[in-house]
């Protein structure tokens, strides 16, 4: 009953199907919308934040989404900028997930302040000094950036295309798109590095605090690197499981594989960097204000040197060698196990610098907190995921999202006709 | 800033060997500053105490235990170097704290916070609370309140003021009668509570105030950590956190070294080099 | 003009770029920020005028002055009084909080009358001349003698108005809850004759030796202790703690003197015991004093330091050593009076911490001990009685004290009503459910409380008296101060329900009455009652706000009777087996007498003592056995069983488990009750012989694991 939407040429799942699966996420979505009006109309006591936890899994989910979301710009850097031009069979993917984590970031925002209807003055009083105005300035922009990459992809929908200024339109975007994956890079080299430094700045937390270059703290440029370098791989496991669901191969090994080898790159010689400054910080920077290592990992009930050991070793190091490794590479089964380690090392390092940072004791007659969101808390987390997936379907079922589908599928296709 | 006025530094200096934990400075302070309260406030996690009483121990057993209580108002932290750039005030997004140059307090805009609590992530000291209810006042008990301190919304973040209502009363009947403030007449409510005179409040640039006479604060950066500024002469004043630089003006002022020794954190055998290194002159001279 | 759809999508873009780019959005966004700024459910305090006003705080015996700041006449902050002889400036926490008492949920708003099990509305006129008829017909009946009255007050005008009512009316049984002053009284009724009040100078002491008074926890008048110790810590004066656990006050202490539960007392006698043999203190020099030789030949006999090494646990090198410091040191004073010296003490404690001051010559001497007469400022006219009142007043009293009162009730029954004024028994002494049994064997009580607590809940009758703030009262410093101040305090803003005084509401009840009892109250109120009786000082009263009656120690050396500890008096036995020993403890921000905390208090109270539903018992963990800190136990004594958590606390003895009192409250306000356990609950009392007085200063318990 959709087919005329529905991309020329493209095979998919019956509406029925569709709609049931629709249907089954869109109830987990409402669940979550339904947890966020809760946290609207009676306020943040429906979570298990605190004073002592301010910051807790929202923020964390914010800065996952927004780490993982970093394989858009990243890939529209290589594609548009550095002209990596097989990269064009993933770019619109790319686009789409990293729409989804910057509204879904916003979104997860706005259920996080206490005051959403003053949400905006972050822009208007705005204090140049906090890394969040930074924040809140370079992602509100680099989500129009993504609004605007997306559209076009949204223009070459059949029935859209068939206006012709929507045809026009959308092909002229494409003509100066470099201009905007360059202004996305750039932007997103700040908001990725502002969110690091939200922690970093934070001189009263020794967990958390960095030295650094001029205002910037270490954590501001390990956190655009780390974006850089897992949100590809990120891109990569959703496209993964795309096609699992889809059954359908939607990108070619090549640009797969392409793309595996930058993101590994870029890990390995991340977390050489993540491993100097962690070897800094616990050696150098924590002594000077009076602490030893062990301090952030002992004596409480969650926290010990084992989330180190995972973020550091077992989700960055490890990946990072499977990915440059072209055996481990091209392996579909060692790929997919490093970028899964890889996603988890990136959200764990987000979780870390935000929770891990809130429950260490500073003051010497002080406590250990640690905390266990609420049911609200987590439905508001999960929604975005829902959103996501949502949007993901409609997209991948009326845009033609990957480039290379009808080609990749040709022979699949002839064999069902036969 | 008039230019020809020097500014203050309001500060205080709280004896820990008087203190006896009675709490009437915690409840003046929410008396004074319309604090709200509900049902359960045992988790003290989510209780508003702008001014909050710690429990220490020395950890030892009956009858060789000791016990101090650090009461704990806002530090109002001057940040590193002592530029004005407090953890809490360099974070803020939307300029809703603020750092009076004029002053040294720590400013709260009820009316301008958002929400966001990046403050009390930045704060080590947890002066910072959030409102994460409504205020709500059994039947009419908000008869009691003061209009010199709005009562904030949910949503919003709150701290200590130093109780800066009583500052702008004594600033405009000084102006008035075209003088300056007098020690006595800018006094805050934690302070004026105590009965056992375990506070002292004052202007810490002015060395007629006790508050100065007491904390002999050195004007030059400590040469063993320059993000130190306004280090105390006094060998028995320490301040909570001196080390990470945040410059509180909330001093504290122990016999007992175990006391001291609990404001700051140490590596093995620190303490022992530190303890008796008290701001710039001292070690020079 | 066509529509299709494509003009229409056109119209529909437009439309939402107009809105977009017109003023609208933007006037939206800032409205509704504004909005969130001014929501209508918080609150705006009313600006005005600020002034002061001046009081006296009546909340509990120390009589702090008060100032009261003001906005258009409405009282928005009490703040202690400088310049006030007893506070000087100082106040307490629940002084401070007191106008949140103003507008507690519990207050009662209007006279009541219990007509089944609950209450109903009743006006003024309706409330007193029930109790009047009531009253009556008890009088007709010929047995005025039955009428009780439990307050807690004990002097000043509205002490002894109730007093003279129940003289008019003609009985002679009215009981006094225990307090610090109640038990001073009846320590100097024992050792120097009636009428006699103790004075503690601590302000001029250089060694005080606390027999576990929490001197900085609302022993006495709290707030002038707090100060006198922090005089004390200036002045390098020395305190001496006996105690078991780690109080503030231990905690100020220069020195902490380890004792077993419920063995101060018998501390005190071994001290006395070293000063006859070791300093030499002939019993010739206390002259002219009762029982000397006999008491001195007892205690050097009974309480050889070895023997009192083995009840107290104090090391007999010790007490020599301590007893030869106390009674060296310039101006020595030893302080009686465990806790806050209320509930849960014997007179066998305070006679022997007493003696200690005689036989160290610190009475009457700055820096000792006063001996004190009563203030006396106030002139009633002569009491009008009837033959009814002569003849009732004549009998003897149903029971010598509060706690045998509560006895006899239970037991026996013996009174047709019962006053209750400033007093919540049903809360305050121990096995409140036995006092719940005995006040139900009395036909009619009539409640003068301010607010609904466990007693007044359980009265048949409530004239609704006006807090502190919202009346005119003398009010005498006590508490063992060694300075008498009146103060006088005043209406701060107008009874803010359908409450009176206490003192009219006794007035109207006496005028209802007729014959010789409106006689004896031919007032036109209390206000005017007070300006007549207390004529002598009240040019200064209502001018200076109080009048410092006295301030020096008293002349000569009253002679001292030891008859009693001469007679080797028994120390308590604690209720019930267990391997712990429980003890109530007195902490600073809990109210723990009639008065329940105002809800600043209980929000500045630790999550060490209360944790949720919970009260947090102090345990030390070397003997909290498998029980972590945290957990929740089962506390068991001989009265009851009780859910608690266990928090560790290293400054306890072993094997005592300290638990806070002034929690488990019961009444209607969710900001102070209903949280933790009532500690009397768990205590059984255990009557003193001789005084009559309540000496379970704990219980053996027993602690499980839920």
């Known amino acids: ?418 | 800033m008039i230019e020809n006025k020097k500014a203050h530094k309001f500060g205080m200096v709280i004896d820990l060997d008087k203190c006896t934990g009675c709490g009437a400075c915690m409840v003046s302070c929410m008396a004074e500053n319309n604090v709200p309260f509900k049902e359960d406030e045992s988790n003290k996690k989510d209780s508003i105490t702008w001014m909050r009483v710690y429990r220490l121990t020395n950890g030892k057993s009956f009858p060789e235990t000791q016990i101090a209580y650090i009461p704990r108002p806002c530090q109002h932290c001057g940040g590193i170097g002592d530029h004005g750039h407090s953890p809490c005030v360099s974070v803020c997004p939307a300029t809703a704290t603020d750092y009076g140059y004029d002053t040294g307090i720590v400013s709260q805009i009820y009316t301008r916070c958002f929400g966001c609590r990046y403050c009390m992530g930045a704060c080590p000291y947890h002066a910072r609370y959030f409102n994460w209810w409504d205020p709500k006042w059994p039947e009419g008990m908000e008869n009691y309140l003061s209009p010199n301190v709005s009562p904030r919304m949910r949503g919003v973040v709150e701290k200590c003021s130093f109780c800066y209502h009583r500052y702008q009363l004594a600033r405009e009947q000084a102006i008035v009668e075209d003088r300056e403030i007098e020690e006595m007449e800018y006094q805050t409510a934690c302070t004026t509570a105590c009965p056992a005179g375990a506070i002292v409040f004052g202007d810490l640039n002015n060395p007629a105030h006790k508050v100065h006479q007491i904390v002999k604060p050195d004007p030059h950066p400590d040469p063993l950590n320059h993000k130190v500024v306004g280090k105390s002469r006094n060998p028995k004043v320490f301040r909570l956190l001196e080390r990470l630089g945040t410059n509180t003006k909330v001093y504290y002022m122990s016999d007992r070294e175990w006391v001291r020794k609990a404001g700051d954190n140490y590596l093995k055998g620190e303490w022992e080099n530190v303890k008796t290194h008290h701001g710039a002159s001292s070690s020079h001279g | 003009m066509k529509i299709d759809r494509r003009s229409f999508l056109g119209l529909g873009l437009g439309a939402a770029a107009g809105i977009a780019l017109s003023p609208v959005g933007v006037k939206l966004t800032d409205d509704s920020s504004i909005w969130t700024q001014n929501w209508p459910w918080t609150p705006v305090p009313e600006d005005g005028e600020i002034t002061y006003d001046r009081s006296v705080c009546s909340l509990c015996p120390g009589a702090c002055g008060i100032s009261v700041r003001k906005i258009n006449g409405r009282p928005v902050k009490i703040e202690g009084l400088d310049d006030y002889p007893i506070n000087n400036g100082g106040a307490c926490l629940h002084g401070i909080s007191g106008l949140q008492y103003l507008y507690d949920p519990a207050r009662i708003k209007t006279p009541l009358k219990k007509t089944g099990n609950k209450f109903e509305k009743i006006s003024w006129d309706e409330a007193i001349a029930l109790v009047a008829q009531t009253l009556g017909k008890i009088r007709e009946s010929g047995t005025p003698e039955s009428l009780g009255l439990i307050t807690g007050a004990d002097s000043g005008s509205m002490a002894q108005l109730f007093a003279r009512f129940m003289d008019a009316f003609g009985s002679p049984n009215t009981y006094t809850m225990p307090s610090l002053e109640s038990n001073l009284a009846l320590t100097a009724a024992a050792l120097h004759g009636a009428d006699r009040r103790l004075g503690f100078d601590l302000d001029h002491s250089d060694f005080i030796l606390s027999f576990g008074a929490a001197l900085i926890e609302g022993w006495g008048a709290p707030v002038a202790c707090i100060q006198a110790n922090a005089s004390r810590c200036e002045r390098k004066a020395k305190l001496v703690q006996v105690d078991y656990r780690l109080s503030n006050t231990a905690n100020t202490a220069d020195k902490i003197i380890a004792v077993k539960p419920g063995t101060e007392a018998d501390l005190a006698l071994g001290l006395c015991a070293v000063l006859l043999t070791k300093a030499q203190i002939s019993t010739g020099r206390l002259f002219g004093d009762v029982n000397k030789f006999a008491f001195a030949t007892m205690v050097v006999k009974e309480y050889t330091p070895a023997k009192v090494e083995a009840i107290t646990g104090v090391k007999a090198a010790d007490i020599e050593a301590l007893a030869m410091e106390f009674i060296k040191a310039k101006a020595p004073v030893a302080v009686p009076g465990k806790g806050r010296g209320d509930v849960g003490q014997s007179l066998r404690e305070f006679a022997a911490v007493q003696t200690l001051n005689a036989l160290a010559g610190r009475l009457n001497k700055e820096g000792g001990v006063f001996v004190m007469g009563p203030a006396d400022y106030l002139n009633f006219p002569e009491n009008v009685m009837d033959e009814v009142a002569e003849k009732g007043a004549g009998k003897d009293q149903l029971a010598g004290s509060v706690n045998e009162l509560v006895d006899t009730l239970e037991k026996n029954g013996g009174l047709s009503a019962l006053f209750i004024y400033n007093a919540n028994p049903c809360y305050v002494l121990s096995n409140p459910e036995k006092v719940k049994a005995a006040m139900d064997k009395v036909g009619f009580k009539v409640s003068f409380s301010s607010f609904m607590d466990e007693t007044a809940l359980r009265s048949d009758v409530i004239l609704p008296a006006s807090i502190f703030l919202e009346r005119l009262e003398d009010v005498v410093s006590g508490a063992g101060l060694a300075k008498t101040v009146v103060g006088l305090c005043r209406p701060m803003v107008k009874p803010v329900f359908d409450t009176k005084h206490p003192g009219d509401a006794l007035i109207l009840l006496a005028q209802a009455m007729g014959h010789s009892i409106a006689q004896s109250f031919a007032w036109e109120s209390y206000d005017s009652c007070l300006g007549e009786v207390a004529e002598k000082i009240w040019e200064n009263l209502s001018g200076d706000g109080y009048v410092v009656i006295d301030d020096r120690p008293p002349a000569g050396t009253p002679a001292t009777d030891f008859s009693f500890l001469a007679s080797g008096p028994k120390a308590a036995e604690v209720m019930g087996e267990g391997d712990y020993t429980l003890v109530p403890v007195d902490k600073m921000r809990l109210a723990g007498g009639s008065m329940a905390s105002s809800p600043f208090a209980v929000k500045t109270v630790s999550d060490k003592v209360i944790s949720g539903k919970y009260s947090v018992v102090e345990i030390n963990p070397a003997t909290a056995g498998a029980l972590k800190d945290g957990d929740v136990a089962v506390l068991k004594t001989a009265m009851g069983t009780a859910k608690v958590k266990i928090g560790f606390n290293e400054g306890i003895m072993p094997g005592v488990i300290g638990m806070p009192r002034g929690l488990g409250h019961a009444f209607n306000n969710p900001y102070v009750a209903g949280k933790g356990v009532n500690v009397n609950d768990l205590i059984g009392p255990v009557i003193e012989p001789g005084s009559g007085l309540d000496a379970a200063f704990g219980v053996k318990a027993t602690l499980s694991k839920a």
Not at chain 1, 270 to 294: E, Q
């Open chain 1, 1 to 418: 009953m959709d087919d005329a939407l529905i991309p020329e040429g493209a095979k998919r799942c019956g509406f029925p199907t569709f709609m049931i699966g629709i249907v089954i996420v869109g109830a987990v979505l409402l669940w979550g919308v339904y947890a966020m009006f809760l946290c609207w109309f009676k306020g943040l006591n429906q979570t298990n934040m605190n004073d002592y936890y301010g910051f807790a899994l929202w923020i964390w989910a914010d800065l996952a989404v927004i780490a993982v979301g970093g394989g858009a710009f990243f890939t529209g850097l290589l594609k548009y900028i550095f002209k990596v031009d097989e990269l064009k069979n993933i770019i619109n993917f790319a686009v789409i997930i990293g729409f989804i984590c910057y509204s879904s970031a916003l979104l997860i925002l706005a259920i996080d302040i206490g005051q959403p209807l003053r949400g905006w003055f972050i822009f208007w009083h705005a204090n140049v000094h906090s890394m969040l105005t930074e924040v809140a300035f370079c992602l509100s922009c680099y989500f129009a950036v993504l609004t605007i990459e997306f559209i076009p992809n949204i223009l070459e929908n059949r029935q859209a295309n068939k206006v012709p200024f929507f045809h026009h339109l959308a092909h002229n975007m494409h003509g100066v798109m470099a201009v905007f994956a360059a202004t996305g890079a750039f932007l997103s080299f700040f908001h990725q590095g502002s969110l690091g430094g939200v922690a970093g700045v934070m001189f009263g937390r020794p967990f958390a605090y960095r030295e650094g270059l001029l205002i910037w703290p270490w954590t501001f440029f390990l956190f655009t690197w780390s974006a850089a370098a897992f949100g590809p791989c990120f891109t990569l496991l959703v496209t993964k499981i795309t096609e699992i669901i889809t059954g359908k191969k939607l990108v070619g090994d090549k640009t797969v594989h392409l793309l595996a080898k930058i993101s590994g790159w870029m890990i390995t010689t991340y977390i050489i960097a993540k491993i100097i400054d962690t070897i800094y910080w616990a050696w150098v920077t924590v002594p000077s204000m009076g602490f030893k290592l062990s301090h952030f990992y002992s004596n409480n009930g969650f926290y010990g040197y084992w989330i180190l050991i995972t973020e550091v070793i077992l989700c960055g190091v490890v990946p990072g060698l499977l990915l440059i490794n072209k055996s481990t590479r091209e392996n579909p089964a060692t790929r997919t196990i490093a970028i899964i380690l890889g996603v988890i090392g990136v959200c764990l390092n987000r979780w870390v610098m935000v929770l891990q940072i809130m429950a260490v004791p500073v003051m010497s007659f002080d406590t250990w907190a640690l905390y266990i969101p609420s049911w609200q808390e987590v439905a508001t987390t999960i929604l975005p995921v829902a959103y996501g997936i949502i949007l993901i379907a409609v997209a991948y079922r009326y845009l033609p999202v990957f480039p290379q589908e009808l080609e990749l599928n040709k022979s699949a296709d002839a064999a069902a006709q036969n």
